[in-house]
């Protein structure tokens, strides 16, 4: 049972740092596109603006779900120039790397849990 809540946890707090990242994404896109062009048009996990969907079925852009995977990673440990100076991003992208990191530890926990009972 202690296992199972452990994996609820772990997955409720992805969940919540996936939309966190998206919420980072989206207000580059919004307040500083040009940066947001220069990193590669980043999606989020729910969140895809129309440029970064192709005109066949509208599915995201490879190019665009390579530049979500490269700064999910990049922005836990570097902050990028466009936050410096945006008290709203800042605080978006610490509420990103705090739940960020709760759940690495979660998931890290969860494993030792299962690996070492």
Request: some cysteine; aromatic content about 24%; proline content about 3%.
């Amino acid at each position: 049972m202690l296992t199972i809540s452990i994996f609820i946890s772990f997955f409720i707090f992805t969940l919540f740092t996936f939309y966190l990242f998206d919420r980072v994404i989206k207000w580059e896109y919004k307040n500083y596109k040009e940066c947001w062009i220069a990193d590669g048009q980043p999606i989020g996990f729910f969140w895809v603006p129309k440029e970064s969907k192709t005109k066949f079925l509208g599915i995201p852009k490879l190019t665009s779900s390579n530049a979500r995977s490269r700064y999910v990673l990049y922005w836990i440990f570097t902050t990028p120039e466009w936050t410096k100076g945006d008290s709203q991003a800042t605080r978006l992208l610490f509420e990103f790397r705090m739940f960020a990191l709760i759940t690495i530890l979660c998931s890290l926990f969860w494993i030792g849990f299962v690996l070492f009972r």
